[in-house]
């Protein structure tokens, strides 16, 4: 846990020397289609229902 934005600065960087030490590059685990259906189901969670049928005020 970082107890200052100092700290996590610190860590981030650390991080990031690690990594370009020794890169990896980026693999894709799913297929486009598969990332989208993901998220079209995740917004079909978070969305409120359509207010089609309200008056705008």
């Not at 107890?3 to 990031?16: P, Y």
């Amino acid at each position: 846990m970082h107890t200052s934005v100092k700290a996590l600065e610190q860590d981030i960087r650390a991080w990031i020397d690690g990594w370009n030490e020794n890169p990896k590059p980026f693999t894709w685990t799913k297929t486009a289609d598969e990332i989208v259906n993901s998220l079209a189901d995740y917004l079909t969670k978070v969305t409120p229902p359509s207010t089609e049928n309200q008056e705008q005020t």
